[in-house]
Each structure stands twice: as C-alpha cells, then as structure tokens.
C-alpha cells in the first residue's frame, strides 16, 4: 500500500518523512536504526517522538537534516520532503550528501539543538561567536549587525545581562544557561523547523521546567514547529500536539496527545502509558514495566518489531508479517494486527 | 544502552560472570590476532630472540677471527642460478682479487665460473653452546670449508654476518634486561604514587615530568661517559643496562600509576578493603591482574626505545665496547663517510636494529589495541 | 592566567635547579676530579705542572671543600661572571667554547621542530579524517618505519645516497669558502642548504609521534557533540574541520612541545655528530669521550635549561589559545 503524499496538496504539512530508512554499516553487521517510518508534521505545532532508548530517535532526528552521513549512517531508502521559507518542497534524502543545498538548509530553515549543553559548544570560542557564525553563514550581514543579533537572541532566552554573556566562554555559563544559549543559536535565523533532541535530560528539574516553558513560547513566538524527542511521557503530555511512538526503527503508533493518554492503541503505547507515575514527583520508574528488553537493532525481530514483548501477541501473524499503518481515525494511525484489516 | 546492559550484568551468576572473565582474554587475544602486522612481528621477534640464543649455532664463523685475505671484502650473494646454469643446490661465487696501485687497497670481484656450494649443519670450528655443550656443528656452511660472508667482512676481514648474530645477542638482551629494570622500577614507583596518592603521586609526577623534559641522550651519554675506563666488558654491559633502565622507567611509572588511579576507585578494590585484605593483598591480588595487559603493552613498547639507545650509545663509542659486539658497536664502523661509501655493507647492523624496533613496535601497538576495550 | 603563569614560572625554576644538581653530579662523577686529570694528563705529555696554576684553580673552584660547596661556586660562577668552569682538553674557559655552538644548536633544533610540525600537521589531520584509507595506512606504516630508524642511521643513509649519486659530503653547516667568511646573506643562503639534510633527519624522528598523536586526538574530537552542533548550523566540511575539531586537536598538540622539544635536541646531538655540524653536539661528545668533565656538564645544562624554556614557552601559548586554562 502507497501511503498518499500529503505534503503536495497540504500547505499547512511541513515536513514528510515517507518510508525513511537508516542504516549504519558496522563490522558486527547493518544496524538498521531506521527501519522504515513514515510521518507528517504540520506548522505551529509541537511533535512529541517517544520511545526507549536505542529506538532511532536520535538516528531520525540526524537523518532529517542528513548530519547522519558523516557519522557513518546512510540514508538508505525513502524521502524527506520539507517546505522550504519559499514555498518550495524539497526531498532532503536525496540531496548529495554536505553539499550547497542542504547546508543552506541546516541552521537557517531546520535547528537542531541537542541534548548535551555541556558539551554542544566548543570551548574554544565564545558562545556570541558561535552564535554570529552561524548568523553570518546565513544571512550576509556584518559582524557588528550580527553580534547585535547575538545579543538580542541572549536576551530573548532570556539570559540576563545578554551584553556581557555574549563574550563569555561556554565553560563559564551554568548548563542551563547553555542550554538557553542553544536555543538562542538555533533560532538565530527564525528557522520553521526545530528539532530539540532530549534538551532537557541533562539538566535538573527546576530548570527543565523553565527551559520547556521558554520552548513553548518560542514556538508560539516564532510560528514554528517543533519536534520534540524524549523519554519523558511527562513532557510530552504538557508540550506536544501530536505523538509519534517509536518502537525499534519504527512508528508503532501516531495520535494527537489526548488521544495516546486517553485512548491508546498499539500495546506497546498502552505499556508505556501504564507505566507513567501516577503521583506527581514520585521516582520515575518511566519504562520499567515493560517485560524483557529492547532487541538490537542490528537483529530486528521479523513480523512486528515488538512482538516478542507483546501481550495480545497472535502467533503465525504477529511473528510473521509486518503490520501496516493504519487510520483509525482523522489523526490516529497504529500499526498493529490487532487494528489491521488491510489484508 | 550502556545503563541497559549494566544492569543487565549486576543480575548475573558469578558462574557466568566468570565465564565472561575469561572471554575477555580470549577477546583480546583474538584481537591480537586481528592485527596482521603485530602476529607477523611477533614471529619476527621470536626469530631474533631464538637467533639470539643460538648465536654459536647460527654463525657460521667466529666472529673474532681476522681474516687478511678477506679485508673489506664484499657481500656474497647466494645463488641458485648464474650463466652456467641453475643449480638446486644454493652456491656463492668466489672473490678474485685485484690490487689498486694507487691506493693500495684490495679490490674484489666474483668469479662468476667459481661456484661454492652452501649446505645446512657443517661442520665448523668448535664453539660452547650456552658456554655449556660443546659442539661443531654450525647451521650453514660452505662445504669446501671456505668462508663464507654473506654480509661482507669489515677492515679486520670479520665476518660482518657472524657478528651481527652475536651483536643480535647482546643487543636484544640489552633491551630486555633494561626493560625489566625499568618495570621494576616503574612498577614500583608508579604504583606507590597511584596507590597512595596524594603528596607521594605529586612528588613522584614531579620527578618524572622532570625527567622528561631533559633531553634524554646527552643525559645518558653523560652518565655513560662515566663509566670508567678500565671495566670489564660484562661491568660495563650491566653499568649501560642500568643506565638505560634509570632514564627508561619514566614512562612505565605513568602507565602504571594511571593505571592505579583509575582501578583504586573501582568498587571491588574498596569491597576487598573493607572484607579486611591487607593492603599488600589488595595490590597484588585484586589490582595487578586487571592493568597486567596495558603493561605488558607498555613493557613492549619500552624495549625497542632502550634497543634503539644503546645503539646511539654505542655507535657514538660511549656505550658498549670492543670486543664486546653489539648493533651499536658495529655501526660504529661506519660513523665516518669515507668507510660508508668503500663498505655500505657496514650499515647492514642498522638493518637488523630497524627490523627489530619496527617488529617489537607493532606488537606493543597490537597489544595496546587489544588491552584496550575501546578499540573495535 | 596569572596564578598559572606564576606557576609554570615556578616550576621551571626547580626544574632548572634540579638539572644544575644532575649536570654537577654528572661532573663529579668520573673518579677523581677534572684537576688531578689535568695534572695527570700534563705529567703524562711530559709538561712541567704549575703549582701556582693548580693552587689558584683549586681555590677557584673550591676542590678541596665538600662537593655541595663546589656546586654552589660552580652556580654562582655561573649566575655572577657566567664562568662555566675550566676545559682542560682546551685548556680554556668553557664559556669561551659554547655559546657559538649553542646559537646553532638552537637554530638547528628550531629549523627541525618547524620542519616536523609544518609535516606532521597536515598529514595527521588527512590521516584522521580519512581513516583507514589507503593513505592513512601508508603515512602510518612510513611513520613506524620513522620511529624505529636510529637518527644517526638516517643520516648515515643519506649522506651515502647523496655521496654515491652526487658526489657530495653533505656535511658541516658551511661549504669551505664560507666558514670563516663573515656573514652576509650568501653565507646565510649556503647555511640554509646545508640545513636541509640535517633538518629533515632531525625533524623525521619526531614526526611520527606527532601525527600519531595529532591523528588519536582528531579521531576523539572529531565524535565530539560540538562538531555534530556545527554541522548542523550548515557549515562546509573543510571550514568546520578546521574551525572546529582541529581548532581543539591542535592545542594538546602544542603540549607536545614539551616532549617533542628535548626528543630533537637530543636527536640532534648525535645526528650533528654525524655529519660533523658545529653545533654542541660532536664538542660534547668529544668532551665526554675524554671526560672533560666541566665542558660535558655545562653542555648538559645549557641544553637542558633551554629545553625547559621552550617547553615553558609552549605551556604558556598553550594557555594563550585554550580559554579553559586561561580563565582557570
Ligand atoms: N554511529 C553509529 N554507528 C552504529 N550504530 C549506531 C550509531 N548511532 C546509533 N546507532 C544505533 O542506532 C540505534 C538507534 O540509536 P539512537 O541513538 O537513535 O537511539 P535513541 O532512540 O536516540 O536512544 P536514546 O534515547 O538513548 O538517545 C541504536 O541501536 C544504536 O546502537
Ligand atoms: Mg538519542
């Protein structure tokens, strides 16, 4: 079954991923990170991913902005189509890989910001000349222009006393003010598109909390989209428009957020929503309960990835043939035999 | 995924914990075995070491006897074939000899109708194998009796073959003797600063920083130049061993020491502690065996720099001396343009010392690859 | 950046004192001391010896008191009237012979550390960023054979290439009309040719170690977040390679100075030994030969000294371009 390419007939859709692939080739064999998603994202909106640990987020995430080539991946197969400031849709899989084309897009129309503020910058320059470079390599303005840019982005991520920050090194700002100067640098050029990997994770609660609020404003601000990566079904519940799952390379299941909470599906989303605390700041036991671990993804389970996990398992289909996508409703797609007439 | 497999891992057995243990030997050894170069280095350095004990054995001459009929004579090149045909017998061609007036030197040419043929275990002068068995059998030889120089002879018409097999003695010895110095001392030091830390570590990384910002060789030409004069051969071998392993010791000690700074934070090292293992115990039982492969990788890699110093030493006549023969007591036949350019075979030595330095180099470099986990 | 300077100041100055200390017990450590050599050597050659030679000598180097006292004079000798102590191979002041030896020495082992980093830099960084190709092989196949060529060796090998196919001796620092000329910039041009042999012997054998270091450490940065964050900015390959993760290779690099430094003068010695430069080398090995004792240990120290003072150099350029250290 040809999923329908809506990119093409709906101006609202900004991003299209169509049957993405993404390999890496090891010596232990092809790790197949992306194993064939696809997925829509409309402008204005939050997209939460989840899933646990080693399901290809973060591989998806690169494969979007084709920074996977040089880490040893390769986009094996499917397209990438996003809409460009001009109207024009590109399929970002097939342009050549570090060329013209696509670092014009990487920073100036798609933002990536990443888990680790500690380590995101380089400790060598200031984080005002990391941020003018990037505004620089983009928009053809002097430096003192730029370094005003700079300034004002500080202060819009609100970074107190933005004019001095600015030539601070990143060693000398706190990881939540680093990670507020990432945003900064990744909003530099008013992308449409932003691609927040964790950005939270890695900092203490207090201040996720602010860096999480201070996205949301943003987002809104700049009329943007934001897809959201994390392993926290607690922030997704509060940001996110939609919910991607993402179970072994795959999309199991994709529904606005009220109904993953409300009405999940897909068991493998029924497991992870169980198994959200109930009692607001108890430990997080997030995917905990779910029996047995993540396979590898060098050596994906046939039929349905996460059969071997699955409650509702039907032998002879589950472990054989791969489930579909399928609608449910206007927004809610699962691929689950439970759910699949298609055949 | 590391977290995953972590906890994964607490959960286990100790029967199959202990089977994981020794996988990681055989991991690394597999490893090892993956390194191309450092597997056939590692035969390269067996076949010096068994040249090296077997030195009377394999030279076909006495390396001391003078021969003046051969003085400065060139490399004879074994042939299996030449104008008059092939032979399956391997042969040498013999020299004719020509005198330049002028200079008065020999000047030698082969016979290309002479054949001198070559056969494996001849009989030839006595010799003591190990000082211990005497015998006469030599590993090659010609049968005729005459001599044969496969590498030339020097001013003195020595054999140069001969004595690089006995120079192969005395300088992988050197090397391995410094070496074993140098890790005691290293071990020793280098494992008291990262054992106890503290004051003793800073004093200790002091003194090796110092010692690693000197320039190392007119340290150890200085030391060497003090040897006096009138010692006998085997004192002033040791006194240059000795020499070599004080300076050599510097980069054990940091190896060693980083080594135990790393594994004294590790939790099995304080469980062994608070079960009431006495220190001693705790160093040798639970803490040498998991840093013995980067070690033994350090170790390696130590012994063609102490190789390579007594080479410069020597070659420079400040470390080993005549009659003893080495490497470097060798070259030093060559130190001067002039014997270079009539005698290239004299540089045949430094031949052996690269082949050697290179061979013991790759297999340091394939066992730090394997000692290290990180590596794939 | 102060309180670092200060103490990289400091322990260059231990560091110094601590050499001194090793340079004087390499003089003392020969049996007997330099004068009676001295006197042995003048009755030997038949000379008459002076007894008010001896005496004054005796006292001015303190002979006959304990050896910490001949060490303090040896320094302040040294520190007040820059007097090094008494050749007698020469039989003249060891300040007179060296300081023309050492500003060569100096040039000499500059000439071959720019030499091997103008090499070693590019080749390290091709060698990380194509990893495992054909080429990386081969630049770290030729740089073990560097490692485990003995300099002198090197020398020895080139110079026969170059006697055999060109008839020249590439020896000494100066061709024959030259030596005693005074200088001008033929002399300087004639200095510079002879250089190159020398320079590329000395300068390969510190090579290989710099590009297998340069080469570990751009492999590590290179997996760095922050390249990954760079990339992502839109950035071309060869501007961010370079602004980024060689940016960062290059300054543990610099820290390399510290052992490279003391490896090339040390290389040095011998290969000057070998073609017969003028610099301290074969003056040096004459003197420890015949165990000139105060020359050999002044050698020591100056090398030594100047040694520490490059590698303090490079700390403090190190911490000139790396703001981590600088701001600490
Ligand atoms: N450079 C690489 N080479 C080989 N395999 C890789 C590489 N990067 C990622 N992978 C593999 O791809 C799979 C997906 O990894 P990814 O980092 O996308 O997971 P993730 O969902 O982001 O996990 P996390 O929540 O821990 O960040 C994993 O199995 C991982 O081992
Ligand atoms: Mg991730």
Redesign the interface.
């Given at each position: 079954m040809t999923q329908p390419i809506r990119i093409h007939n709906d101006p609202g859709v900004i991003l299209e991923l169509l049957n993405l692939r993404t390999v890496f080739e090891t010596r232990g064999g092809t790790v197949r990170a992306v194993n064939g998603i696809s997925f829509y994202t409309r402008n204005d909106t939050v997209l939460g991913v989840v899933g646990e640990s080693g399901c290809g987020k973060t591989v998806m995430a690169?494969s979007i902005?084709r920074?996977v080539d040089?880490?040893g991946g390769k986009v094996a197969d499917g397209n990438i189509f996003f809409r460009r400031k001009n109207g024009e849709v590109v399929d970002i899989a097939s342009l050549p890989s570090?060329g013209r084309q696509l670092?014009?897009?990487?920073?100036?129309e798609i933002?990536?910001i990443?888990q680790?503020p500690m380590?995101?910058?380089?400790?060598?320059y200031t984080i005002g000349q990391?941020i003018m470079?990037?505004i620089t390599?983009?928009q053809k303005i002097p430096s003192r222009q730029a370094k005003a840019k700079a300034i004002e982005m500080l202060g819009r991520v609100s970074i107190p006393k933005p004019e001095v920050r600015v030539d601070a090194?990143p060693?000398?700002l706190s990881g939540g003010m680093r990670q507020r100067a990432?945003i900064a640098?990744a909003l530099s050029c008013q992308p449409k598109l932003l691609i927040a990997d964790e950005p939270t994770t890695a900092l203490d609660v207090t201040i996720q909390a602010q860096i999480l609020e201070l996205m949301v404003a943003l987002q809104r601000e700049f009329e943007m989209n934001i897809i959201m990566i994390t392993h926290d079904l607690g922030v997704i519940a509060e940001l996110a428009t939609d919910v991607v799952v993402m179970y072994l390379g795959s999309i199991v299941e994709k529904a606005p957020v009220g109904e993953v909470y409300s009405n999940p599906k897909h068991p493998y989303t029924k497991a992870l929503q169980e198994s959200i605390p109930r009692v607001e700041g108890s430990v997080s036991k997030k995917l905990a309960t779910i029996s047995g671990s993540v396979p590898s993804a060098k050596n994906i389970p046939p039929g349905c990835p996460f059969h071997p996990r699955c409650r509702e398992f039907m032998q002879g289909q589950c472990d054989v043939h791969v489930p579909t996508l399928e609608t449910l409703s206007a927004d809610h797609t699962v691929a689950c035999w439970l759910y699949g007439g298609g055949e | 995924m590391a977290q995953n497999t972590q906890g994964v891992e607490a959960t286990k057995d100790p029967k199959q914990l202990r089977y994981e243990t020794a996988s990681q030997w055989q991991l690394m050894w597999w490893k090892f075995l993956d390194h191309k170069l450092a597997v056939i280095s590692t035969a390269v350095v067996i076949l010096l070491l068994l040249i090296a004990a077997f030195a009377e054995f394999v030279a076909p001459q006495d390396p001391y006897i003078h021969r003046s009929q051969f003085v400065n004579a060139p490399p004879q090149v074994i042939r299996f074939w030449d104008e008059n045909g092939f032979s399956l017998r391997p042969f040498v061609h013999d020299y004719e000899r020509e005198r330049d007036m002028r200079t008065l030197r020999t000047i030698y040419t082969f016979d290309t109708d002479s054949r001198i043929y070559l056969r494996f275990f001849v009989e030839g002068t006595e010799y003591e194998l190990f000082s211990l068995i005497p015998s006469s059998v030599r590993l090659f030889g010609t049968e005729s009796g005459e001599p044969v120089f496969l590498f030339g002879a020097d001013r003195l018409g020595r054999d140069l073959f001969s004595r690089v097999i006995y120079g192969t003695r005395i300088s992988m010895t050197i090397g391995f003797i410094g070496v074993v110095l140098s890790f005691v001392l290293g071990i020793t030091i280098g494992g008291l600063a990262g054992y106890y830390g503290g004051i003793i570590d800073t004093i200790v990384q002091?003194i090796i920083?110092?010692l690693?910002?000197?320039?190392?060789?007119?340290?150890w030409?200085?030391?060497?130049?003090?040897v006096?004069r009138d010692w006998s051969n085997v004192q002033v071998y040791f006194a240059i061993t000795i020499i070599l392993s004080l300076i050599g010791w510097t980069n054990l000690a940091r190896v060693v020491r980083s080594q135990f700074l790393s594994l004294r934070e590790e939790d099995f090292v304080m469980a062994a502690q608070l079960m009431g293992a006495s220190k001693f115990r705790v160093v040798f039982l639970h803490m040498l065996p998991s840093f013995i492969s980067y070690v033994i990788a350090a170790v390696t890699l130590a012994i063609?720099t102490m190789i390579?110093t007594e080479?410069?030493l020597s070659?420079?006549?400040?470390g080993l001396r005549p009659p003893t023969i080495s490497w470097g007591v060798l070259?030093q036949e060559?130190?001067n343009?002039r014997s270079?350019?009539l005698t290239?075979w004299l540089?045949i030595p430094?031949l052996f010392?690269?082949i050697a330095?290179?061979s013991l180099?790759?297999v340091g470099d394939g066992l730090r690859d394997a000692a290290d986990p990180y590596t794939q | 950046m102060l309180a670092y300077l200060l103490r990289r100041s400091v322990?260059m100055l231990?560091?110094i004192v601590?050499?001194s200390m090793?340079?004087f017990i390499?003089i003392q450590?020969?049996?007997g001391d330099f004068l009676s050599t001295y006197i042995a050597q003048l009755s030997a050659s038949g000379q008459q010896v002076d007894a008010a030679e001896v005496a004054a000598l005796e006292a001015r180097y303190g002979l006959d008191r304990p050896v910490y006292v001949q060490y303090a004079m040896w320094i302040r000798g040294i520190v007040t009237r820059g007097d090094f102590g008494q050749s007698f191979q020469w039989n003249r002041p060891v300040s007179d012979l060296i300081w023309e030896r050492v500003w060569f020495t100096v040039i000499l082992s500059g000439a071959s550390f720019v030499f091997s980093w103008v090499v070693a830099i590019p080749i390290g960084i091709f060698s990380a960023v194509r990893k495992y190709s054909v080429g990386d092989y081969l630049f770290t196949f030729l740089g073990?054979?560097g490692?485990?060529?003995?300099?002198?060796?090197l020398a020895?090998?080139l110079?026969?290439l170059l006697?055999?196919n060109f008839g020249v001796?590439p020896?000494g620092l100066f061709s024959q009309e030259y030596i005693d000329a005074p200088w001008s910039l033929a002399k300087v041009w004639d200095m510079l040719q002879h250089l190159i042999v020398p320079v590329v012997v000395i300068g390969t054998a510190g090579t290989a170690g710099l590009i297998r270091t340069l080469r570990a450490r751009l492999l590590d940065e290179l997996n760095?977040?922050?390249v990954?964050?760079?990339?992502?900015?839109?950035?071309?390959?060869w501007k961010l390679l370079i602004r980024?993760p060689v940016?960062?290779a290059i300054?543990p690099f610099i820290s390399t100075v510290?052992?490279v430094?003391?490896?090339l003068?040390?290389?040095g010695?011998?290969v000057a030994?070998?073609l017969n430069l003028p610099t301290v080398g074969p003056m040096?090995?004459r003197s420890?030969?015949s165990?000139d004792m105060y020359l050999?240990?002044s050698?020591?120290l100056i090398?030594?000294v100047l040694?520490?003072i490059g590698?303090l150099v490079s700390d403090l350029l190190l911490a000139w371009?790396?703001?981590?250290i600088r701001?600490e």
């Amino acid at each position: 079954m040809t999923q329908p390419i809506r990119i093409h007939n709906d101006p609202g859709v900004i991003l299209e991923l169509l049957n993405l692939r993404t390999v890496f080739e090891t010596r232990g064999g092809t790790v197949r990170a992306v194993n064939g998603i696809s997925f829509y994202t409309r402008n204005d909106t939050v997209l939460g991913v989840v899933g646990e640990s080693g399901c290809g987020k973060t591989v998806m995430a690169h494969s979007i902005l084709r920074t996977v080539d040089p880490m040893g991946g390769k986009v094996a197969d499917g397209n990438i189509f996003f809409r460009r400031k001009n109207g024009e849709v590109v399929d970002i899989a097939s342009l050549p890989s570090e060329g013209r084309q696509l670092r014009s897009l990487r920073g100036s129309e798609i933002s990536m910001i990443f888990q680790e503020p500690m380590t995101a910058f380089s400790p060598v320059y200031t984080i005002g000349q990391q941020i003018m470079e990037v505004i620089t390599l983009h928009q053809k303005i002097p430096s003192r222009q730029a370094k005003a840019k700079a300034i004002e982005m500080l202060g819009r991520v609100s970074i107190p006393k933005p004019e001095v920050r600015v030539d601070a090194y990143p060693h000398q700002l706190s990881g939540g003010m680093r990670q507020r100067a990432m945003i900064a640098m990744a909003l530099s050029c008013q992308p449409k598109l932003l691609i927040a990997d964790e950005p939270t994770t890695a900092l203490d609660v207090t201040i996720q909390a602010q860096i999480l609020e201070l996205m949301v404003a943003l987002q809104r601000e700049f009329e943007m989209n934001i897809i959201m990566i994390t392993h926290d079904l607690g922030v997704i519940a509060e940001l996110a428009t939609d919910v991607v799952v993402m179970y072994l390379g795959s999309i199991v299941e994709k529904a606005p957020v009220g109904e993953v909470y409300s009405n999940p599906k897909h068991p493998y989303t029924k497991a992870l929503q169980e198994s959200i605390p109930r009692v607001e700041g108890s430990v997080s036991k997030k995917l905990a309960t779910i029996s047995g671990s993540v396979p590898s993804a060098k050596n994906i389970p046939p039929g349905c990835p996460f059969h071997p996990r699955c409650r509702e398992f039907m032998q002879g289909q589950c472990d054989v043939h791969v489930p579909t996508l399928e609608t449910l409703s206007a927004d809610h797609t699962v691929a689950c035999w439970l759910y699949g007439g298609g055949e | 995924m590391a977290q995953n497999t972590q906890g994964v891992e607490a959960t286990k057995d100790p029967k199959q914990l202990r089977y994981e243990t020794a996988s990681q030997w055989q991991l690394m050894w597999w490893k090892f075995l993956d390194h191309k170069l450092a597997v056939i280095s590692t035969a390269v350095v067996i076949l010096l070491l068994l040249i090296a004990a077997f030195a009377e054995f394999v030279a076909p001459q006495d390396p001391y006897i003078h021969r003046s009929q051969f003085v400065n004579a060139p490399p004879q090149v074994i042939r299996f074939w030449d104008e008059n045909g092939f032979s399956l017998r391997p042969f040498v061609h013999d020299y004719e000899r020509e005198r330049d007036m002028r200079t008065l030197r020999t000047i030698y040419t082969f016979d290309t109708d002479s054949r001198i043929y070559l056969r494996f275990f001849v009989e030839g002068t006595e010799y003591e194998l190990f000082s211990l068995i005497p015998s006469s059998v030599r590993l090659f030889g010609t049968e005729s009796g005459e001599p044969v120089f496969l590498f030339g002879a020097d001013r003195l018409g020595r054999d140069l073959f001969s004595r690089v097999i006995y120079g192969t003695r005395i300088s992988m010895t050197i090397g391995f003797i410094g070496v074993v110095l140098s890790f005691v001392l290293g071990i020793t030091i280098g494992g008291l600063a990262g054992y106890y830390g503290g004051i003793i570590d800073t004093i200790v990384q002091r003194i090796i920083e110092l010692l690693m910002s000197i320039p190392t060789i007119p340290l150890w030409m200085g030391l060497a130049a003090a040897v006096p004069r009138d010692w006998s051969n085997v004192q002033v071998y040791f006194a240059i061993t000795i020499i070599l392993s004080l300076i050599g010791w510097t980069n054990l000690a940091r190896v060693v020491r980083s080594q135990f700074l790393s594994l004294r934070e590790e939790d099995f090292v304080m469980a062994a502690q608070l079960m009431g293992a006495s220190k001693f115990r705790v160093v040798f039982l639970h803490m040498l065996p998991s840093f013995i492969s980067y070690v033994i990788a350090a170790v390696t890699l130590a012994i063609p720099t102490m190789i390579l110093t007594e080479t410069a030493l020597s070659f420079l006549g400040l470390g080993l001396r005549p009659p003893t023969i080495s490497w470097g007591v060798l070259l030093q036949e060559a130190q001067n343009i002039r014997s270079v350019a009539l005698t290239p075979w004299l540089m045949i030595p430094g031949l052996f010392v690269v082949i050697a330095v290179l061979s013991l180099n790759f297999v340091g470099d394939g066992l730090r690859d394997a000692a290290d986990p990180y590596t794939q | 950046m102060l309180a670092y300077l200060l103490r990289r100041s400091v322990w260059m100055l231990v560091t110094i004192v601590l050499v001194s200390m090793l340079s004087f017990i390499l003089i003392q450590l020969p049996p007997g001391d330099f004068l009676s050599t001295y006197i042995a050597q003048l009755s030997a050659s038949g000379q008459q010896v002076d007894a008010a030679e001896v005496a004054a000598l005796e006292a001015r180097y303190g002979l006959d008191r304990p050896v910490y006292v001949q060490y303090a004079m040896w320094i302040r000798g040294i520190v007040t009237r820059g007097d090094f102590g008494q050749s007698f191979q020469w039989n003249r002041p060891v300040s007179d012979l060296i300081w023309e030896r050492v500003w060569f020495t100096v040039i000499l082992s500059g000439a071959s550390f720019v030499f091997s980093w103008v090499v070693a830099i590019p080749i390290g960084i091709f060698s990380a960023v194509r990893k495992y190709s054909v080429g990386d092989y081969l630049f770290t196949f030729l740089g073990f054979i560097g490692l485990s060529t003995p300099n002198f060796l090197l020398a020895l090998v080139l110079m026969w290439l170059l006697y055999i196919n060109f008839g020249v001796s590439p020896g000494g620092l100066f061709s024959q009309e030259y030596i005693d000329a005074p200088w001008s910039l033929a002399k300087v041009w004639d200095m510079l040719q002879h250089l190159i042999v020398p320079v590329v012997v000395i300068g390969t054998a510190g090579t290989a170690g710099l590009i297998r270091t340069l080469r570990a450490r751009l492999l590590d940065e290179l997996n760095r977040p922050y390249v990954t964050t760079a990339r992502a900015k839109g950035l071309s390959a060869w501007k961010l390679l370079i602004r980024y993760p060689v940016r960062l290779a290059i300054l543990p690099f610099i820290s390399t100075v510290g052992w490279v430094l003391p490896q090339l003068v040390s290389g040095g010695i011998i290969v000057a030994i070998v073609l017969n430069l003028p610099t301290v080398g074969p003056m040096l090995h004459r003197s420890l030969m015949s165990q000139d004792m105060y020359l050999a240990g002044s050698f020591i120290l100056i090398i030594s000294v100047l040694t520490v003072i490059g590698t303090l150099v490079s700390d403090l350029l190190l911490a000139w371009l790396d703001p981590r250290i600088r701001y600490e």
